[in-house]
């Protein structure tokens, strides 16, 4: 099984759009993640680290500049997704990558907090 870190700039860079508003909060995950298509189109337009902010994992020894290297994706290339961060909670979860379900739990919770959702 694969192991990662997590990405501590992609953290950061997701609390920056959730800070200023950049997230949707209805969307169905499986229709709306990015495809390889839609990353290639990234990486035409955008460097390898802007493209990697947009993943809260690093796969360990993977090359940098991969698609390989980064791992749990959260948003659409845009905008943060509050399904993205429950697919990445679940996922990592499932495998027992607890950096990375922690990373994505605490985002949702920024994302719940920042949209005025609560209990």
């Excluded at 460097?47 to 994706?73: C, I, M, N, P, Q």
Aim: glycine share 6%; with cysteine.
């Amino acid at each position: 099984m694969a192991k990662y870190e997590v990405n501590d700039r992609a953290v950061k860079h997701a609390a920056r759009l959730i800070a200023s508003r950049q997230y949707v909060l209805d969307s169905d995950w499986g229709s709306v993640q990015p495809r390889a298509a839609d990353e290639n189109a990234c990486l035409e337009k955008h460097s390898w680290d802007e493209y990697a902010e947009w993943h809260l994992g690093l796969t360990d020894g993977a090359t940098d500049e991969t698609k390989a290297r980064y791992a749990f994706v959260y948003g659409d290339l845009r905008r943060v997704h509050r399904s993205g961060l429950i697919a990445c909670v679940y996922r990592a979860s499932e495998w027992r990558h607890k950096g990375i379900e922690l990373a994505a739990h605490n985002l949702l919770q920024e994302l719940d907090a920042a949209a005025g959702i609560t209990a």
